[in-house]
Nanobody, 125 residues
Framework: VQLQASGGGLVQAGGSLRLSCVAS????????MGWFRQAPGKGREFVAH????????HYADPVKGRFTITRENAEKTVYLQMNSLKPEDTAVYYC???????????????????WGQGTLVTVSS
């Protein structure tokens, strides 16, 4: 099982980035896919997740209205479109996979069984 995240970089406040995460070695269409982030000196926190079919998503309050999670099951890829970025969004972003169908929000790290390597997003003020 491998999750390969990409798309991070340096962007000015107010700008946009799109992260991608390509999965291999797992049943992607039967996976809840999530994004977490870890800012310097802080713990890892939930950002967003999307259900198996892509019909429903859940977001952390700090990113609601600015971030959008989507997926393409045929390409085994999940995306995180990040708009109106703020310096406080600076973090390493991780994609993660859960085999649980998200009837309730899956916001804890322990809900996820597989993790990508992370991609760094830096937002300058």
């Amino acid at each position: 099982v491998q999750l390969q995240a990409s798309g991070g970089g340096l962007v000015q406040a107010g700008g946009s980035l799109r992260l991608s995460c390509v999965a291999s070695g797992l049943s992607f269409s039967r996976s809840t896919m999530g994004w977490f982030r870890q800012a310097p000196g802080k713990g890892r926190e939930f950002v967003a997740h999307i259900n198996w079919s892509g019909s429903a998503a859940h977001y952390a309050d700090p990113v609601k209205g600015r971030f959008t999670i989507t997926r393409e099951n045929a390409e085994k890829t999940v995306y995180l479109q990040m708009n109106s970025l703020k310096p406080e969004d600076t973090a390493v972003y991780y994609c993660a996979r859960s085999g649980t169908y998200a009837v309730t929000p899956l916001v804890n790290q322990n809900d996820y069984s597989h993790w990508g390597q992370g991609t760094l997003v830096t937002v300058s003020s």
